[in-house]
Every structure is written in C-alpha cells, then in structure tokens.
C-alpha cells in the first residue's frame, strides 16, 4: 500500500478543521497563509480526502447494462484543491474563478 498510486499526494498535506470564526474568515486567512513562503496552495474540502459523507447511485447514462448500480461518492471542494493534493486531470480541467458557473454547476469525476 506504500507505493500504490492513490491518486493524490499526502505528503505535505495540513488539514486543519475550520469552525466558527475560521470559517467567516476563510478568505483573509488564506491570503496570509499565502504569503508564507513554505506553502505553495490552499484550498477547502468539506471532508478530509479519505473519508466521504454522501454518496448517490442514482445516476443514469448511455448504454448503461440492466441493474448496473454505482456509487459514486461526492465531495465538495474549493479551488486549487487539485494544486493542493497534486491531482492530475486526464481530460478537462479543474474548477476555475474564470468560470463562475463552476461554483454551482461544475463536476470533476475521479476514476
């Protein structure tokens, strides 16, 4: 399991749990973490990466065989958060501020 790609980069990872007043000062407390040399990219997760919360298997598509089920898992994260585990995307692109309609209606899927 030490050498599986898992399809992130945990090393130099910080999670740090956001409540109360961190939370409403996100965006002013990014910008200083920022400024501190070391730290390359910030971002936000609604979970930590290992665990997910929801999950729905109610999707449809093409050619889909007869009582084929999936669960997908699902997890809502902010910008840069592919900078900040070290995803790489093999098609598309990642959630971008210059596409505003990413913040409501954008879907990255992980294989």
Known sequence: MNNKDIGYKKKNLIVVEMEGEF???YSTIKEEV???PEIQYVSTTQNTITHRYW?????????????????????????????????????G?????????DATEGIVINE
Not at 84 to 89: E, P, Q, R
Not at 93 to 101: C, G, I, V, Y
């Open 93 to 101: 692109r990642f959630f971008s501020k210059r596409h505003p309609s």
């Open 55 to 91: 999950s729905v298997n109610d999707f449809k598509w093409d050619n889909q065989a007869d009582g084929q089920v999936i669960d997908f898992g699902f997890d809502r994260v902010g910008y840069d958060f592919d900078q900040v585990i070290g995803m790489t995307l093999i098609k």
């Open 34 to 36: 920022l400024k501190i």
């Open 23 to 25: 939370r409403k000062k």
